[in-house]
């Protein structure tokens, strides 16, 4: 050991200064800092060789080096490569630094020889044992695989690993998982078997970007298909399947409800659980029952026993880079030497609107005033606020407007902000948010706009998060979806359902908990007939509400996110009066029959705003029943094309349409030549015509894995393309509609003869300069409302009898009477 260095407990008797247990990325990296300093040392590991996690990805993998702008500090060389040329780096590594590590020592116990900062023993499962002043707990999540956790998911071909994509061929297979290890196993089988990589969400919010690149591109090709919003119900085996042929059926849930598929093989990368018992023997405390939650840990990684430290994926840093640095850094720790953590800088930069304070100060500032965040650890947050920023706005700053298409998520650190509202009297109120709540759920989630206007109030500090750095928040902490969910609710209970309740009231109608549900379009949510079982909040997409007449399912109504439906048959106590069908994909928050019937009974004040609202209803929908046949099949149309999504369509009345296509002629000649509307292609249903433009969805699927994150929502509602488009195509092939072109810049304009023989303009009649390659890069090009440009989109001024408009679905539909 160097001489100057002053290791921690050095008074304690013991015959390592440190274990080292597991060689991951952490350990490894530990080891060879450990030998640099000269620390007596050992690295455990219970195989036969290094890097168990690594070894077992699959052959030929890309191992990348992320996060890209966070320095390496490590003993040991790391750069993105395969996965066969870094183990055997590393092994090399070993060799010649000469590190003390020892194979087929599997640690089975770690325990403190008295209760102060004792050694620790350490106990191998072949009943070696040695004792350590501290230990480095470095053994990842690799043993606790999650399962699917339906009927079928233990079948003989259902795995939860893949070492060698090229082992199967000619199979269908299905991949199931959003993460980098199920992607990376789709991209290997498809080179020889057809895959359908199955994503129960909308998107891939945790993967990294180069994964995320190549299997978009991969989408297109006919062996690799993505399933999004898709869920498994069951797997069934087929009994005497014949070799060769399938031999399951997949039976799962998307976004054209309930289907079955055979297929040969599935594989699930659904990440693991920290091996919770095995941890918790050792002492280690975890911040709550969270099956994810990960172990209270120290800024400098030490658990709450003392000299017990922890680092890598079992710390809550899964990826490589971060591991090696919390290797290397946590022996300095012990050893006595100062450390600065590689992201102190990045992220001292982004708190310098709170002045002098340092890193750790504003960390445990925000851990301290916002609850959200209770359920991470002070290592998780760092890593979250290098994805955030922080901000510091003057008093009556506006930090977003009323209508707005923002989507990014606010929380408060310290003071207040103002939410402009209008109360039930129709007059002006101010609500102030202080400290530790947040706000900007309702655009993250269901992708509306801006309900109100807020504004910085005294002493404002806010963490603003970007929608994809929160929605893999929330995918990967369950306490923190539990806590979005449960404000959504209680904030559509106080604005839309129940204004006159109080919090106790509140309390109570969530007391039997909150059920998530999702639905794909066309899935029922109820149906007449069905017994009430609760109120159902639409917290994205829309639902159309129809009844049987006269044997014809007639659509008497639309309701979009944001609202709710159900009431009538709780109020009543009577089965359902119409059935309510998802339009577009849709999710609901559902409080259950008991609670709120409970409430319902003690607030008669609320049951009267829901009788008013019912008895609203029930007339508008006695009208809609007599006009059925007429409005009916044109709402279904509407839906059925996808306008329960849209934010703002053009729609084309063919009565008035001349067809002189001078929309077209008119969104060219704005666009530098390139049309973004085509008039006569789309759907027409009687003298409704709806022409393929961009819809403006709420949730944009164009926006979606995006690489260079080029297309944006104005705040005035219009999705826009940047000049970043590096033209992969990924939004034309995610645009359900066909709205999007890829396209380079369009020919200059031929001149006529009178301009070429008066003025010498243009090129001569009939020929076209060559300034114009078909070969150059293409860029991707989409309607984008005319944003910039005075008196609004161009087709609606240039049509001459009025014919088009440009208007949201909602807003058409009360236009033409067809909703009270």
Known sequence: MQNNLKPMFADVQAELDIAIVGSGPAGLSAASRAQTLGCNYVLFEGENHASDTIYKYQKGKHVMAEPGFLPLRSGMQFEAGKREHILGTWDKQLTNQGVNIQYKKKVATIKKLNDGVGPFELECEDGSKTTARTVILGIGLQ????????????????????????????????????????????????????????????????????????????????????????????????????????????????????????????????????????????????????????????????????????????????????????????????????????????????????GDRSVSEVLDLILANVPIFSGITKLQLREFMLESDLLKPSKGQIIFRKNDYTSTFFSIVEGSVDIDLVGKDGKPMVINLTKGNYFGEMGLISGRRRTATIRAGEDCVLVETPRKAMLKLIASVESVRKTIDETFVRRAISTYLAPPLDNAAIDELLSDGIDVRRYAKGEALFKDGDAADGLYLIRRGSVAISKVIKDKDVVLSYVSAGNYVGEMALLNNNPRSATVTASVFTEALVLPVAPVQRVLAANSDWKAVLQAQASKRVKSNVFRENEAFRDSDLIRFLMNEGLGEATDALIIDENLCVQCDNCETACADTHGGTSRLDRSAGPTFQNIHIPTSCRHCEHPHCMKDCPPDAIRRNENGEVMIADSCIGCGNCERNCPYGVIQMAVKAPPKKGNLLTWLLFGLGDEPGERKAAYDPNAIKKAVKCDMCAGSNGGPACVRACPTGAAIRISPEKYLVRQGQLS
Do not use: W
Not at 155 to 162: C, F, S
Not at 324 to 334: A, L, S
Not at 347 to 352: I, M, P, S, T, V
């Open 143 to 354: 043993g606790n695989i999650r399962k699917i956790g339906s009927d079928g998911d233990d079948l003989p071909t259902v795995q939860y690993t893949l070492s060698d994509p090229d082992e199967f061929q000619n199979e269908t297979i299905i991949v199931i998982g959003a993460g980098d290890a199920a992607i990376e196993n789709a991209l290997g089988l498809m080179r020889k078997n057809k895959v359908f990589l199955v994503n129960r969400r909308e998107e891939f919010a945790r993967c990294k970007e180069g994964n995320l690149s190549q299997i978009l591109a991969a989408d297109t090709n006919e062996d690799l298909r993505i399933l999004y919003n898709t869920s498994t119900i069951r797997i069934e085996e087929i009994a005497e399947a014949k070799d060769g042929e399938p031999c399951m059926n997949y039976v799962f849930k998307g976004a054209d409800g309930e289907q079955t598929m055979p297929v040969h093989r599935i594989i699930a990368r659904l990440g693991a659980t920290p091996p919770r018992t095995l941890v918790e023997s050792f002492g280690v405390q975890f911040p709550n029952s969270d099956p994810s939650a990960v172990p209270a840990l120290s800024e400098s990684y030490e658990s709450n026993v003392p000299g017990l430290f922890i680092v890598g994926a079992l710390g809550g840093y899964p990826l490589i880079k971060q591991a090696m640095n919390q290797g290397y850094e946590v022996v300095d720790t012990i050893m006595g030497l100062p450390v600065v953590p590689a992201d102190e800088p990045l992220l001292a930069a982004k708190f310098k609107p709170l």
